[in-house]
C-alpha cells in the first residue's frame, strides 16, 4: 500500500520567494496533518484538516503560511514570502477517523517530510 | 492542556543491551498514548499506542511499552537493542478535548557495536 506522498523531498530556495509543498494522503483517510520540525522547536503541528475542511489552524505561525485541501487525495501548504526561519522539515501525516471518534485516538501515518532551506 | 516530557535528550547503549525510553505525561484522565519512532530522513513511523485496557502494549520491532497511571508515565522497552534501533524516539498524547496530538520533544537512542 502506498503511504503518505510528499513533494518535494528537498526545496532550496531564496529568501521572498513562494514554496509550494504538496501531500498526497493515503487512500481512504479523512484526516490530513501539516508539522513543522526543527531542532530548537521540535515538531510542531501547523493545521489539520477533517473531510478537506480545515478544522484547527492555530499552529500557522503567521500570514504567510497557508494550506488547502481541494479534495481528499491532496493538499498544499503554501509559504509566500518565504524567510530564513521558515528553514524546517516539512511532514504530513494522514489518518481515518470515524463517525464518532476524535482526531486524536487515532494512529496517524507520515510522509517522509520535505526538507526546506531558505537562503 | 495535555503535555508530554521526554527527560533523556539523548541515550547510548551497547548492542544487546536492554532499553527503557521514558515518557510522562500531563493530563486529567487517561489520554491516548502513542510512541513513534523516526530514522534519518525519514517520518515518523507508529510503533504502538494504548487507548485503555492490558497496560501492558506490544508494539513492532520487538518494542513494549507500560502505562502506568499513578506515576503519569508511559516508558517504551526492549529487552534487546540491535543496532537498526538507533533512532529518535517520540512519545504522543492524545486529547480528546483538543482533538489532536501532543509530541514530546524526544530522545536520540545511539547504540554501540
Known amino acids: 500500500d502506498a503511504g503518505v506522498i510528499q513533494s518535494p523531498r528537498h526545496e532550496v530556495t531564496e529568501m521572498g520567494q513562494e514554496v509550494t509543498l504538496r501531500c498526497k494522503p493515503i487512500s481512504g483517510h479523512n484526516s490530513l496533518f501539516w508539522y513543522r520540525q526543527t531542532m530548537m522547536r521540535g515538531l510542531e503541528l501547523l493545521i489539520y484538516f477533517n473531510n478537506n475542511v480545515p478544522i484547527d489552524d492555530s499552529g500557522m505561525p503567521e500570514d504567510r503560511f497557508s494550506a488547502k485541501m481541494p479534495n481528499a487525495s491532496f493538499s498544499t501548504l503554501k509559504i509566500q514570502p518565504s524567510e530564513p526561519r521558515d528553514s524546517a522539515v516539512y511532514f504530513c501525516?494522514?489518518?481515518?477517523?470515524?463517525?464518532?471518534?476524535?482526531?486524536?485516538?487515532?494512529?496517524?501515518?507520515f510522509g517522509d517530510g520535505t526538507r526546506l532551506s531558505i537562503l | 492542556a495535555q503535555s508530554v516530557t521526554q527527560p533523556d535528550i539523548h541515550i547510548t547503549v551497547s548492542e544487546g543491551a536492554s532499553l527503557e525510553l521514558r515518557c510522562n505525561y500531563s493530563y486529567g484522565a487517561t489520554p491516548y498514548l502513542f510512541w513513534y519512532v523516526q530514522s534519518p530522513g525519514q517520518g515518523l513511523q507508529l510503533l504502538l499506542k494504548y487507548f485503555s485496557g492490558d497496560t501492558l502494549v506490544q508494539g513492532i520491532k520487538g518494542f513494549e511499552a507500560e502505562f502506568k497511571r499513578s506515576q503519569s508515565s508511559f516508558n517504551l522497552r526492549k529487552p534487546s537493542v540491535h543496532w537498526s534501533d538507533a533512532a529518535e524516539y517520540f512519545c504522543?498524547?492524545?486529547?480528546?478535548?483538543?482533538?489532536?496530538?501532543?509530541f514530546g520533544s524526544g530522545t536520540r537512542l545511539q547504540v554501540q557495536p
Open positions: 501525516a494522514s489518518s481515518f477517523t470515524g463517525l464518532t471518534g476524535g482526531y486524536s485516538n487515532q494512529p496517524q501515518h
Open positions: 504522543a498524547v492524545g486529547d480528546p478535548g483538543r482533538r489532536a496530538l501532543t
